[in-house]
Structure formats: C-alpha cells, structure tokens
C-alpha cells in the first residue's frame, strides 16, 4: 500500500482489509475509518531469529500492526520522512530509522560486520549503530526517518559513492559497503565523530543521504 506525502514530515497510508502494514510504535498521528494497532513482539515476518539478532544490535525498535479499512497518518519525532518503493530488492536500513512499512515485504537481519571485517566493527563504534542492520525484501513501500531531508545518490559500476557514517540512512541494490580511512591511526585516536571515516558504496543501487550527522 503506497504512502501519500502530506508534508515533509506525516505522510498517509491507505488500509484495505486483508492486507496488514508495520509502523514504529508511537508514529500513528490520526486515523479515519475501522483501524487496528496491535503490537507486534516478533517484528514483522523476521521470525525470533530476526529479533534475537536485532536486539543484539540494540535495534529492538517495537512494532505495531496496524489492520482494517481506513487511513492512517504516520509521523515521529517531527523528523523528515523519506518514502522507498522497493520492486523486489532489497533495502538496508537501521531498524530505529523505520517509520512504517508494507506487510508484504519481507524482514530479515543481517550482520553487516562480515562485509567489512574489522572496519565494520569500527563502523559500529563510529556510529553507535550495531553491527546488524535490518532488511526488508520484496514488493511495497517503506516510510524512513532522517535528519534535515534526505537525497537519494545513485550508485554504478566504477562510480563508487563515499559517505559520511553518520549522514548514512539506507541503500538498496547489489551494494557492497566498506568503511575506509584517509588518516592514520594515530590521527585517529580521540576521535569521537566519523569525520575520519568514509562508508564507501560499490555496485548497482542507490544511496540515502540526510543533510545531518545527527542520529535519530
């Protein structure tokens, strides 16, 4: 079900009966029609195994499930809003930046460390962020939170695109990400920030960018 932009901060979903969406837990601003929000403890279609991993990454973000007939209105935070639509790929995302999504899309977690080696375990501590990200696979439409609004940098073979950690938001596609350094270790001792580190993004995809280096 598509997400309508009302503004760069709420946007409006549409609920039909028998199909189902997630959001955030405390995003619903106002709703029209018969509507129900019932938690949810498993966190979509991940199963125990997807929240097992996101609560080792510190992501135990609560979700609602949100069914009926009617519309929805969704903010948070008065945070902007970014609108996904995924054709079958897959989206990466830190699961506290997810505002709502389709329940036809697929959740998953994965161990982001593994593509960087020791430099995603930096990446994690540069950032906060766990060493897991959520994923969410398939057909639909997916709502995220960013700081200051958010641009969407394509990415191509043999044209990599570096981003700081924590401007990062989200990216889709076959997208290979490595954390990387100009500076020497030294130089990088008291650093609290990841002014030192650039995310570097390979492949065929897209980026999300936000005009901040704040964290939600």
Do not use: C
């Not at 955030?24 to 949810?40: D, S, W």
């Not at 997807?50 to 609560?62: D, K, L, V, Y």
């Amino acid at each position: 079900m598509p997400f309508r932009e009302i503004n760069s901060k709420m946007v409006e979903a549409t609920v039909v009966p028998g199909q189902k969406m997630f959001s955030q837990r405390g995003a619903m601003l106002a709703y029209r029609g018969e509507v129900a929000f019932t938690p949810n403890i498993q966190g979509g279609q991940g199963g125990m195994m997807s929240m097992i991993g996101r609560r080792m990454a510190n992501e135990a973000t609560p979700l609602m499930t949100v069914e009926g007939n009617g519309t929805v209105m969704f903010g948070h935070g008065g945070h902007h809003i970014q609108v996904i639509n995924l054709s079958g790929d897959t989206l990466y995302v830190e699961a506290d930046r997810l505002l709502a999504f389709d329940g036809t899309l697929q959740q998953g977690t994965m161990f982001m460390g593994s593509q960087g080696g020791v430099m995603g375990m930096v990446r994690g501590q540069v950032t906060g962020q766990g060493l897991f990200t959520t994923t969410l696979k398939g057909h639909g439409a997916v709502a995220v939170m960013a700081h200051g609004g958010v641009i969407e940098l394509p990415i191509a073979p043999g044209r990599d695109v570096h981003v700081d950690p924590q401007a990062y938001v989200a990216h889709h596609g076959e997208v290979r990400n490595k954390l990387s350094t100009a500076l020497g270790w030294r130089e990088m001792v008291g650093r609290g920030s990841g002014e030192g580190f650039q995310l570097e993004l390979s492949g065929s995809g897209a980026v999300y960018v936000q005009a901040s280096e704040e964290k939600l």
